[in-house]
Structure formats: C-alpha cells, structure tokens
T-cell receptor
Framework: EDQVTQSPEALRLQEGESSSLNCSYTVSGLRGLFWYRQDPGKGPEFLFTLYSAGEEKEKERLKATLTKKESFLHITAPKPEDSATYLCAVETSGSRLTFGEGTQLTVNP | DAGVIQSPRHEVTEMGQEVTLRCKPISGHNSLFWYRQTMMRGLELLIYFNNNVPIDDSGMPEDRFSAKMPNASFSTLKIQPSEPRDSAVYFC?????????FGPGTRLTVL
C-alpha cells in the first residue's frame, strides 16, 4: 500500500526564518510527486510536480527537491502570506494521487 | 477561466436525505476527480473519470455513494441515504496529465 508521511505536522516560523518541510513516501512505482498549498476554506492549489530523483523546481520563495525516498519543500525568507497547509501527494497508477496529512505552516510577522 | 466550479458551497441536511453535489470542470480537461477531506483521514480520492468514463472508484466508501459524468462539462456525486459520518468537505478537481486543479469544495454537514 502506498504511504505518504509529512513532517512536521505544524511549523511556526518568524518572518525571514528559512526552513524545510519533509515528505517521505513508500510506493510501488512513483510516477510523480506533487506539492500543493491549501488555505483555510479553499481547495488545494497546485505548486509543483517532480518526476525523478535529483529534480528541483522553484517558485518565488519555494523550492522543491526529490530523492528516491523523500521530497523537501524549502521555504526561503518566508513572509506571513506563506502561511498555509502544504500537502504532498504521490502518483503511482493512472492519475490516482495519494496525499499526506499536510504540514500547517504559520509565519509570524 | 473560472476554474473548477462546485455547487453548492455549503449543504446542511438531515440523516437519511439524498445529497447531490455538482461540479463543472475546467474546459479542455479530460480527467475529473472527486475527493473527500476530513480532519481524521485527510484528503482521499473517491473516484476519477477520464474522458467521462469512470476509471477508478475504489475509494467510494460504500454503495450509498454514486458518481456520474454525463458529459465533459458536468459531474455529480450523490449520497443516498446520507449519514452523519459523511460530513466532510468534498472537492472536485480536473486536469490533464500531471496536474490537478481543485475547486473550492462543498462543505457537507449531515445532522
């Protein structure tokens, strides 16, 4: 059974304090790893897709990296508007995504 | 582009009643997904369609749940009869290969 584990469950940062979120996975055959951002009361918003170990993608203050067992979402000099829940998901067969529980990030001004 | 449209945004009903959730995917997307999100279980895939055909419904919890996609621009998720444990936020998403765009969700409360 495919498993996705995200850590930490919650993270509080001061504005400008860089950090990383972790997504570890156990799957039979990875076709893609996805990162989403979810704000309260809204649907998840697509951020990145990573396909192979060693791949990196960046968007503003966010950078996602992938290894054979885990992915990291690095947040550089975060701002309060980066506060959200960040979800990781893996695609194995077809278009089926299995999501992790998410990391709730709070950035204080 | 208006994005994925879901209706209603909120639904409160009583146990035993039929509930129908609606979704309009983004034009041109050939895949449509129904998810359920709860605090206990997180975000779970219920069913997905490709070119209006159900491909994987293994996440549908039981026979009380059914989903249809009569055409490329409309899908429904029906719960009959509803139970309190069905209370959750139900999301519809559409996409092509390697991208899924989520709607705003329907918050369902079954009393």
């Amino acid at each position: 059974e495919d498993q996705v584990t995200q850590s930490p469950e919650a993270l509080r940062l001061q504005e400008g304090e860089s950090s990383s979120l972790n997504c570890s996975y156990t799957v039979s055959g990875l076709r893609g790893l996805f990162w989403y951002r979810q704000d309260p009361g809204k649907g998840p918003e697509f951020l990145f897709t990573l396909y192979s170990a060693g791949e990196e993608k960046e968007k503003e203050r966010l950078k996602a990296t992938l290894t054979k067992k885990e992915s990291f979402l690095h947040i550089t000099a975060p701002k309060p508007e980066d506060s959200a829940t960040y979800l990781c998901a893996v695609e194995t067969s077809g278009s089926r995504l299995t999501f992790g529980e998410g990391t709730q990030l709070t950035v204080n001004p | 582009d208006a994005g994925v449209i879901q209706s209603p945004r909120h639904e409160v009903t009583e146990m035993g009643q039929e509930v129908t959730l609606r979704c309009k995917p983004i034009s041109g997307h050939n895949s449509l997904f129904w998810y359920r999100q709860t605090m206990m279980r997180g975000l779970e895939l219920l069913i997905y369609f490709n070119n209006n055909v159900p491909i994987d419904d293994s996440g549908m919890p039981e026979d009380r749940f059914s989903a249809k996609m009569p055409n490329a621009s409309f899908s429904t998720l029906k719960i009959q009869p509803s139970e309190p444990r069905d209370s959750a936020v139900y999301f519809c998403a559409s996409g092509g290969y390697n991208e899924q765009f989520f709607g705003p969700g329907t918050r369902l409360t079954v009393l």
